[in-house]
Each structure stands twice: as C-alpha cells, then as structure tokens.
C-alpha cells in the first residue's frame, strides 16, 4: 500500500492498523528548535481519545504519545526537535478482535472493506486495520507538532450541525466548546443534540455531521499558485480523513447562492496603514494565497456505517448476505473528527508556511 504521506516541507507518513500493536507519525521536515512537552502532544490526544462521553465509542484506548526520534530531551521535562525524523508512536490497547469476526468475509455496506479487498486481495478485518479512523490518532499527534511551525497561529474547530440540527451562528462563542461534549460552540444546540444523538444511539443507529475549522493569525502571503493552492490543499488533507464527504472554503457551495456583490470581500486601508477586508467570504484565501484573515473550511461527515440494524450486503464468496455491524461505534464520528480537522488543517498551514519561507524568504 503506497501513499501513506503528505506535505512537501512538513512531510508527514502515517503507519500501522487499528489492531496491530502501535501506530504512528514520522515527521520529516520537522523544523529545529521548536519546544514542546508531552503534554502540549497530550491534550490533543485526549480531545480525539474515545470513551469520553455516551456519545462516542466506548473504547478505552489511553491514545499515549511516545516520541522516539528527532528531539533533544530538556532539563525542565520539555524537548526541542533537532530537525532529524519526529516519530511519534501510540500503542494500540483496547482491540477486541474477536468483535470483527462476522465481518472477516462479509463486506459492511458503507465501509472500506469491499474497495479494500478489491484492491489489495487481502484485508485486515479486525477494526477496519488501515481503513480504521485509528489512524487519524497519529495525525492528530502531529498536527500537535504542526502547529509548533507557524509563529502565533490559533487553529481551533467546532461541530456545526449533527443530522438537521445546525447550531445558530449568533451565539458562536469559541469558549463553550470546551464546556460540551460535542465541542458545540452554541450553548443552545446541545440539549437539543444530547436528545437527538441519545435517540439514534439506542436504535443502534447512526448520523453524520459538519465540522468548521479555522486558523486566525495565518500570515497574507503564504500558498502556491497554481498547483499548490493553500485552499487546494487544505481541500484535499480534510478529504483525506476517514468518512468525509465533503469540503468547503468560506462560503463554499454558499457563494453560488448570492452576487458578486455579496460574495467580494471589499477592502479598506485599516487605522495602522495595512489593509483590511470588510468580511471574509473567501476563507481567508484567494488565489490559492492567504489574505491574512482567518482561514475558515467546513467538511461533511457521513453517518457511521457500522450500525447495528441488519443491512444487505455480499461477501468475498460472492454470496448475498445481511450485515450487522457488532462492535462499539461512535454514533456520530462527527464529534471526534474536530480535533482530526485541526491537525490536518495545521499540517497544510505549516507546510505551506516552510515553503514561502523557502521559496520567498519573507518569514522568519
Ligand atoms: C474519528 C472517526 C472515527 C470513526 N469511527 C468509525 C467507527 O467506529 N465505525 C465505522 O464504521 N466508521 C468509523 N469511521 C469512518 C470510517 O473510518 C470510514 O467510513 C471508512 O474508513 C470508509 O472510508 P470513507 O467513509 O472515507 O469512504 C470513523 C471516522 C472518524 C473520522
């Protein structure tokens, strides 16, 4: 299997299966000098971990980062990246394979594991193996690292809408997503999500959801025309994550709605001599180069397709089966791919900073 890495300058390879005895990162690019302690790693860890409330899956995997290369240890408990390969490894400690025995020849509806085997003609059933949003744990770890890259950069992520129910905008307040299970910036919304998602959990069911992730002091400027548009690849790093369908930048599909009038940023020369934007549908990009505003994308993520309803399927005989998916699943992924946009938001700003930095020289 290729195509385990990406960036150009913050090159990122992801490694290992859901049921294997670890995954991790290697981070090649890693720029020297950046401190950070296994706590800073940690407390990103522990927003994508499971088992931290009804809504999400009931595993019980501890997600401990170790790092095993590429940093000098500091006499404070800190560590500094040295510029060689950063590998962060995270042992896997919760599988119960025996879960996904049904699943060894039947293929889920809705999963990877048909195109798997199609492809590949052998497939690690237990807990999806690299199919597994597992692997996002890794990504996650080194978003943490990315971050570290862009000198004042707030990356930040929310969960907007949960089936129908969308938040209402006016109350966005970025402290209450730290106050909620679901990282709701919208006090209001979360009963009427508690009540939703508790109905579809008990069915046994599944629903999808939308995540918005911006990063605020990202630097005008960075980004490459014309096949290495920033929007182009954020684009693509959101869509990499397991069950997205679905990307936008600023007003996304929303822009095709409205006109030319609406939809330009106008601009103005602000009180200190630099120049402002009067709103910021673009996302904070255009022309693939970031304006200086905050960059906003939202991604789409589908219903879980392990449910516990029976639904028609085939197997790798070639029978006509029906599927029903054992196992503990989240009934909506949605809640813990907010800290996975992040980090893959983070890797494409990072990456793109240490390549204007290369190609410019205009950042320190
Ligand atoms: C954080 C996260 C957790 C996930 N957990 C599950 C799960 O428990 N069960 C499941 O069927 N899919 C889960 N998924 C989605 C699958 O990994 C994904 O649907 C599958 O790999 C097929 O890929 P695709 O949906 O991108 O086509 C999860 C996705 C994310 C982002």
Redesign the pocket.
């Known amino acids: 299997m290729s195509h385990n890495t990406f960036g150009y300058l913050f090159r990122v390879t992801t490694w290992g299966e859901s049921h294997g005895p670890a995954l991790g990162a290697v981070i090649d690019g890693c720029p020297p000098g950046l401190r950070f302690t296994l706590d800073d790693l940690q407390s990103f860890m522990d927003k ?1 971990k499971p088992g931290q409330s009804r809504f999400v ?1 009931q595993r019980r995997e501890d997600d401990i980062v170790k790092v095993l290369s590429g940093v000098m240890p500091q006499d404070d408990g800190s560590m500094i990246t040295t510029g060689t390969p950063v590998s962060l490894m995270i042992e896997n400690t919760d599988q119960r394979s025996k879960d996904y025995g049904d699943i060894a020849k039947r293929y ?1 509806p ?3 594991d048909f195109t798997y085997d199609v492809k590949y003609g052998i497939r690690d059933y237990r807990g ?1 193996g690299r ?3 597992r692997e ?1 744990a890794a990504r996650v770890a080194a978003g943490a690292l990315a971050r570290l890259v862009i000198p004042g950069v707030t990356i930040r992520g929310a969960l907007v809408q949960i089936g129908k129910h969308k938040i209402n905008r006016a109350n966005w307040n970025w402290a209450q997503v730290e106050q909620n299970p679901f990282f709701a910036p919208d006090a209001e919304i979360v009963p009427v999500w508690e009540d939703y998602l508790d109905g579809i959990r008990k069915a046994g069911s599944s629903v999808g959801a939308v995540i918005e992730v911006v990063a605020e002091g990202v630097p005008a400027g960075i980004g490459a025309p014309v096949y290495g548009k920033l929007d182009q690849d954020i684009a693509s790093l959101l869509m990499s ?4 369908k679905g990307v936008e930048i600023g007003n996304g599909f929303g822009s095709a709605e409205i006109t030319g009038e609406e939809n330009a940023d106008e601009m103005r020369i602000g009180p200190d001599g630099r120049p402002v934007f009067l709103s910021n549908n673009a996302g904070g990009i255009l022309g693939g180069i970031s304006t200086g505003e905050p960059i906003v994308a939202r991604f789409a ?2 219903p ?3 449910i516990l309803t029976e639904r028609r399927s085939i197997d790798a005989d070639g029978q006509e089966v029906d599927v029903r ?1 054992k196992g503990r ?2 009934p909506c ?1 949605g809640i ?2 907010v800290p ?1 946009g992040e980090a893959m938001l983070a890797c494409a700003i990072a990456d793109h900073y240490l390549r204007d930095r290369g190609q410019t020289g205009r950042l320190k």
Request: charged share 20%; proline share 0%.
């Open positions: 994508r899956t889920r809705g999963h990877a999806g199919s597994s949003a996002t994550i397991n069950a997205v993520i589908k879980t397709s392990s998916t699943h989240d992924v813990r791919a996975v």
